[in-house]
């Protein structure tokens, strides 16, 4: 606001005042006390802390606000001051005895050093004691007395309509307070995060913001505030805040191991709709569709198919893909899970016990030392210059395999393995299946054919 504004403002002050217009509102109207939000965030404020984040490797490259967001460009940014080498944002207290601070893994992201600010003005280090990227919680600590902790509220009796606060230092202002309602809940495929159950508010929540928390009218914690719907770089009354039911049980997890081991089932979905359930007859409109069950996975050796759908994990009804990825992703590798499934219209259940990533990794790996992390299909096409073209097509791999440190990339079709002409997947797995540490394959790739050798 401009001096000249302000003077303005000053001046309709004055000339109101003999009108007996004085500033502010009265206390009651007809002997009935005005709303006020005073008394609960009062309160909260003490448990709400500035956080700065610095890198103090001077050969590290600064962050920039892309890094900042996680994976979005519609991701909480941090204040401009960041560009002089520190991040600025929010925290909550969680544990007053042991100074736990809760926040958001990609405001600590690639930072050593940390200063927590209480809101009495005291200041102190902070450890970190470890993030979790795909749901963007973080866990600090500091060494503190008397501190007040925020208690957490259960986030799935929250409804749209419900009254929420917002407590934060956007833009480096700290303890700065807004309010509004809950304007959705199970916001997800957004592409903010790995693991998305958004609370969506209209609270006012900007740059800064991060981390901060998202109270009910009874001052408890019913979500972390990570991300805005920004195309303006400011707030346009979307924001979006993580419930506090997986803040929570990320948090623990944080706490206890110092990292979230997430537990693999080995299965894609997606969300079952009227229109796929009629095509599948189904009557169940609601759940999970399996699209695929990946090989040697507790899914695959638990019995799951193809089209089975998943409408409970653990008793919990469950109405979409992305509420099944999060209940797993919360469960920690060699967890029981249960499964309510409908296959054919009758109801079922499955129980799996999820597997350690990096077990199954080797397990595939072993079982497929050349072309594990790949997805492959056949192929049976009338090629230009080439004629009639059998053979097996790369859709896709990841880059930490032998077959794309060969060169190996989506598109290409393999012709043969070693002498042996190859035409479909089930022969390509034969054929590379064999105890050398190097594979020779033939391959046809845009206009051109070459042979690539790849190397366990």
Known sequence: MKLSQLLCLSCLALTLAPLGLEAGLPPSVNNQALPS??????????????????????SAPKMDASEDQGNSNNGAIPPKREEKGF???????????KGYVITNAHLVNKNNSFTVTLSDGRRFKAHLVGKDAPSDIAVLQIKANNLVALPFANSDTLKVGDFVIAIGNPYGLDQTVTSGIVSALRRSDLGIEGYEDFIQTDASINPGNSGGALVNLKGEL????????????????????IPSNMAQSVAEQIIKYGKVDRGLVGIMMQTLTPELAAAFHDDMTKGAIITMVNPLSPADKAGLKLSDVITAVNGQKVESASQVKNSIGLMRSGSHVSLS??????PMTITLISANPDAYQNQVANQDPFFFGTMLQNYDTIVPNYGHVKGVQILDLDENTPAWQAGLRPGDIILTVGNNPVQTTDQLAKYSQNNDKTLLVSILRDSGAAFVLLKR
């Open 37 to 58: 939000l005073s008394k609960i965030v009062q309160p909260v404020m003490a448990t709400v802390v500035n956080i700065e984040a610095k890198n103090t490797n001077p």
């Open 87 to 97: 991040n600025i944002g929010s925290g909550v207290i969680i544990d007053a005895s």
């Open 222 to 241: 019913v979500g972390i505030n990570t991300a805005i719907l920004a195309p303006s770089g400011g707030n346009v009354g979307i924001g979006f805040a």
């Open 341 to 346: 499934i409908l296959r054919n219209g009758k």
